[in-house]
């Protein structure tokens, strides 16, 4: 009875040493966000210290590609952050775009493509749950930061799909307040687009006018 008391002391010892940790991370992937819709520089770091405490918060829940997905962020972070202060033709950083709905749609389709041998072969080959969703979010999610360090506008549309299913993903492994993040992750988004439109929208205004 003592052991068994123990080890259940233990358990809510380290569940409750995650609950900080995840809100952390919570707390500074927000800050990401916040200021990714401002296009400021500095979300970057934010984006790095977020990304390095869900590495190990997913690696330790068996979300194994949403782990290893956290590393590849961490990377992100610091070429987002040289792009953009030193990209562009000025090395002054660069400037929001778009693309064509046909550009997006290749892009989609070999994003899917791409993401089905993972799923399998973490079905196959590792204890992930929910193995081909959470390849699919990981491609996905992969392929939209690269957009977002080039400031494609439309990043911010593949997020709010992205955001949804990961929604469903963390409920259901019990991360209720990376749950609780992403559904306001939504209503971001849809923000972030505005904002980002504008500001290209404006820039476009100016190119006009010269």
Known sequence: MAQLWQMFSQAVTEAQG???W????????????LLAMRASVWCWGAALAST???????WKVSLLMES???????????YGYWLWR????????IIVSTWSWQRHVVLSIITAVLSLPLGWFMANHTHASFPYLDATTTCFAVMTTWLVAQKVLENWLYWVVIDVVSIYLYLSKGLMLTSLLFVLYVALAVGGYFLW??????????????
């Not at 439109?197 to 010269?210: K, P, V």
Request: glycine share 6%; hydrophobic share 55%.
């Open 18 to 20: 995650m609950d900080l």
């Open 22 to 33: 995840e809100a952390l991370a919570v707390i500074l992937a927000l800050a990401y966000l």
């Open 52 to 58: 390095a405490i869900y590495t190990v918060l997913f």
């Open 68 to 78: 290893v997905l956290n590393v590849y962020y961490m990377a992100m972070a610091l």
């Open 86 to 93: 030193r990209g562009g033709e000025q090395q002054q950083g």
């Open 197 to 210: 439109r504008a500001d290209w929208r404006a820039h476009q205004l100016s190119l006009s006018e010269r």
